[in-house]
């Protein structure tokens, strides 16, 4: 975490950016659990460990996102399929997106015991 926190300290944002960055950061470490539970649920076939690193770090922001931020679904998933294109595998957004679209599924089924109410549905977002 603390080469994350360097990495955007040294980025040429504004300060309240960088507040937020370091903020949403912070969230996310905090909320990993429960993001993995759902992401385990969610990788068919792919232990967590099993993904590539970036992967799985563009996963569990995204997944956090959509359970705790008040962004709609479909921009916390376009932003993550940006990240996979710039810095993972070409294979990777279409992987993201399978799998943020199905958390989002179970996210609008309220499945995980928090109300998903108010959230759009997400279509096969890779495809933009």
């Known amino acids: ?6 990495f955007i300290d040294d980025s040429r944002e504004s300060p309240e950016t960088i507040l937020s960055a370091r903020k ?5 470490f905090e909320d990993a659990e429960h993001v993995d539970e759902l992401l385990k649920r969610h990788c068919r076939h ?19 996102e959509l359970r705790a931020e008040p962004v709609p679904p ?15 595998t070409g294979e990777s957004p279409r992987f993201i997106n399978g799998v943020l679209d199905s958390v989002m599924q179970e996210l609008l089924n309220g499945s995980d015991g928090r109300d998903a109410s108010g959230r759009a549905g997400t279509q096969d ?4």
């Open 1 to 6: 975490m603390d080469l994350v926190v360097r």
């Open 24 to 28: 949403l950061l912070a969230d996310a």
């Open 46 to 64: 792919w232990g967590l460990t099993r993904l590539a690193m970036v992967d799985r770090g563009i996963l569990r922001l995204a997944v956090h």
């Open 74 to 88: 479909k921009v916390v998933i376009t932003e993550a399929l940006k990240l996979a294109r710039e810095f993972s």
């Open 125 to 128: 977002l890779a495809k933009g």
